[in-house]
């Protein structure tokens, strides 16, 4: 008995395939990278100084360097569960709808609020002392307030399902972890960033 319950995770699931390991090493990867960044950008202004001062091409190049890793943090998720076993449950005929519904609607929260929040807004511009002049409380930020982390997560798991991988779940898993435990950072400094301006916005106004 016990070695039937010892095998049946090895049946699902594949670990000694290194395209699962890279996948999850790039998944835990992009945020820590763009939380170090944009904090040494705020601390030390590093990317201003590497553009001669200016800090919205600093940010753009963030952007550019942020999306590219997604973008290739994708192709070897992908990568990774085509090297993976499927599982009979994954495989039913109601299963690609339920995927595609969590792609389109993981698409929607993304795109929509990277519409509303704009390149700087999206990219951590606040770190390069890009701020909004007022907090975005539209669609999709009236529904949640990390649309984005939130519907990458729900691409990842439409992606599994469509491939009918229980280690894209298991990735999935590990793609919502990392994401709160950045938002655990990220919240706390940007409120503080914001808070600043407003202390210095009372500030003048006292001088004046």
């Not at 395939?17 to 960044?37: E, G, M, Y």
């Not at 952007?63 to 085509?82: H, K, N, Q």
Request: charged content about 15%; hydrophobic content about 45%.
């Amino acid at each position: 008995m016990a070695s039937v319950a010892s095998s049946y995770p090895s049946k699902f699931f594949d670990f000694d395939q290194k395209s699962l390991l890279i996948s999850a090493l790039s998944i835990a990867f992009n945020p820590l990278f763009w939380n170090t960044v944009a904090r040494q950008e705020y601390h030390n202004k590093v990317l201003t100084r590497l553009v001669n001062g200016n800090s919205r091409l600093g940010c753009y190049a963030l952007a550019v360097t942020i999306f590219s890793l997604g973008i290739f943090r994708d192709v070897l998720y992908e990568r990774a569960l085509r090297a993976q076993p499927s599982h009979p449950l994954l495989l039913g005929p109601y299963i690609p709808y339920i995927a595609y519904a969590l792609i389109a609607g993981g698409n929607v929260l993304v795109l929509t609020s990277m519409w509303a929040l704009g390149v700087t807004g999206t990219y951590l511009g606040d770190y390069f002392g890009i701020l909004m002049k007022d907090r975005v409380t539209s669609f999709p930020f009236n529904i949640t307030d990390a649309p984005m982390y939130y519907g990458s997560t729900m691409s990842f798991l439409g992606t599994a399902l469509l491939y009918g991988k229980p280690a894209g779940i298991l990735l999935t898993v590990e793609v919502l972890f990392v994401y709160m435990i950045a938002l655990r950072f990220e919240d706390p400094f940007t409120a503080k960033i914001y808070a600043k301006r407003a202390e210095e916005e009372r500030a003048g106004k006292k001088k004046a």
